[in-house]
């Protein structure tokens, strides 16, 4: 282990279940815990929509850490309001994407600019030498890469090294996350043995700024509401209409109006934000040999990876690939076998056959494939 005992480490604590238990385990190691409650949207704005299932960053949540935080006497606590840039960084990104016609990954950019951006600034102005959270991943030095370097956690259905392939690489020096070798059922055994009041707290769902999860209400609110339009085959013929190009998402299926009935399996191929119209195919169509993608982040030499194993959703399988860098901040990805449903929007994660994150892109444009 890394991490000297006695040293200062701030914690991320959300007042759910996993940022609690890695309080505890923390403390079991030795350091001195410093807990870090983001608020990222108004109190208000859940008293005006309230949540339908568990989210972050609710009032409730800030009441939850602070009582797990007396409860487990850390040495400090502290709450930091990040309402402006929170809006000009997430909520405006996420509202810009749906405008342009593609699908925005909201976790992935809040990581990036808060929760291991924002949070190791505030590490360094209070003297704490790390940076911890409840996430299910792994910060392990790499003999072959000479470096620390972020690798699944052991617990496969939560491992979440998918939603941290953004943050800065020269802040992974100062991350230790106890949770990445450990299962969630583990940790809510944890959580009952220490009689924690969020032992069996749901696990937060959704968009943290989106109490209802009615995503299609968040944007007709924020001007971004394109109206019915029009439904295209391939060949351009019109053979619908839908509610609006901003409700839909490449692969999607539900939610398309035929004029009559389509005996095929048809899933939204391509979205058109200025003619506010969907293309749809037929399910063999969706599947796509290549990716491009752009804002490239890497962790480590990228002019030495080739050969990857792909992610380009947060629950999709990885599949194995070839990375072809176009310049610094272009690559495109070749996949041994067809993927379905690439969606420009979301972010290709690329890792080595052993697990470890080498980095992501954001995904701009699927299906072309490069001439060997």
Known sequence: MRLLNKDKILLLMSGGVDSSVAAYLLKEEGYDVVGLHFKTVPDNFFEAT?????????????????????????????????HEDFR???????????????????????????????????AKEIGAKYVSSGHYVINEYSEHYN?????????????????????????????YFPLGKLFKSQIREIAASLN???????DSQEICFIPDENSYRFLRENSVDPGEGKILDLNGKVIGKHKGYTFYTIGQRNGLLFDKAINQRLHVYSIDPINNTLVVAPTEKLYFRSLIANNLN?????????????????????????????NDDTAEVVFEEPIFAITPGQFAVFYDYDGFLLGSGEIIKYGEVKNE
Do not use: M, W
């Open 88 to 122: 000009k960084k997430v909520i405006d990104y996420f509202l810009n994407s749906y405008k342009i016609g593609i699908t925005p990954n909201p976790c992935v950019v809040c990581n990036r600019y808060f929760k291991f951006g924002k949070a190791v600034e505030i």
């Open 298 to 326: 890497f962790f480590t030499e990228k002019n030495s990876i080739k050969n990857i194993v792909c992610r380009i959703r947060k629950k999709s399988e990885e599949k194995k690939a070839s990375i072809f860098f176009r």
């Open 147 to 175: 470096a620390f370097l972020l690798r699944h956690g052991v617990d496969s259905y939560k491992d979440q090294s998918y939603f941290l392939s953004q943050i800065h690489k020269e802040y992974l020096n100062f991350l």
């Open 50 to 82: 309230p949540e339908k299932n568990k989210i972050c960053c609710s009032p409730s949540d800030t009441y939850d850490a602070q009582n797990v935080a007396k409860q487990l006497n850390l040495s400090d606590f502290f709450i930091v309001e990040v």
């Open 196 to 202: 924690l009041t969020v032992a069996n707290k749901p």
